[in-house]
């Protein structure tokens, strides 16, 4: 083998073997885009514009988004933003991250408070992660978020619940104030 074409074998194997470490994919919310040739670009790997059709629900507080690490060691890191073109603000702690090699991909679960970034039900946003390896922000990845209550089922089950005992109580106390006056 002549050094030109062990040269090119190298860069092309180095290529391989560190995008293999830096894939990651989201999982929950789905990704806006995914694209290995341009996952470095932040913020958001090259898919910088809004995916309508992935435009998924995510609570105010209390939120979970998972992300699959195809493989490495690092560090996995949440920030909101209302667009892409505005700054990033963390919305979880540092996830430190290690899948070794051959096990992957191997998905990582995150508590997400998207308020410390200061969102607000009804908007629309961008959550991003950030997969630093060796201290170089390695690979970018967004999903597009409608910001919602956390729980709001709950909450018009208790108002409905609260509602209908409400007149209940007035039918009964009705009743029986004329059927004492009879
Ligand atoms: C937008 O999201 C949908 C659903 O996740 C996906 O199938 C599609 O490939 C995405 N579009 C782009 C440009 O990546
Ligand atoms: C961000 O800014 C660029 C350049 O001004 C513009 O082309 C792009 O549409 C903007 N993207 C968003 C999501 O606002
Ligand atoms: C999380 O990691 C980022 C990037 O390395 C760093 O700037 C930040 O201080 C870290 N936050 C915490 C709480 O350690
Ligand atoms: C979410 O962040 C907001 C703003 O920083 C804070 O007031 C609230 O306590 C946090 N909620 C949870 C569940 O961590
Ligand atoms: C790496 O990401 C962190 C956290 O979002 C950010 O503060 C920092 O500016 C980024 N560094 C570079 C070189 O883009």
Do not use: W
């Not at 992935?54 to 690092?74: E, K, M, N, R, S």
């Not at 290690?98 to 998905?107: D, Q």
């Amino acid at each position: 083998m002549n050094s030109k074409i062990f040269a090119v074998a190298f860069i092309f194997f180095f290529v391989l073997i560190s995008s293999a470490n830096a894939h990651i994919a989201f999982v929950n919310p789905p990704f806006r885009g995914n694209n290995d040739d341009t996952m470095r670009d932040p913020p958001c790997g090259g898919s910088n514009e809004v995916n309508t059709t992935a435009i998924t629900d995510f609570p105010v507080t209390d939120g979970q988004a998972t992300v699959d690490i195809g493989h490495g060691d690092g560090v996995l890191l949440f920030n909101y933003a209302p667009d892409s073109n505005s700054t990033f603000q963390s919305v979880s702690d540092n996830v430190t991250v290690a899948v070794a090699e051959g096990t992957g991909p191997k998905p990582y679960t995150v508590p997400i408070n998207v308020s410390k970034a200061g969102a607000k039900i009804g908007d629309q946003g961008v959550l991003q992660t950030i997969f630093i390896q060796g201290g170089v922000n390695f690979t970018y990845q967004c999903a597009d978020i409608k910001v919602v209550d956390p729980n709001p089922k709950a909450a018009n089950t208790a108002s409905s619940f609260v509602g209908i005992s409400e007149v209940a109580l007035f039918i009964i106390g009705l009743t029986s104030f004329v059927m004492t006056n009879l």
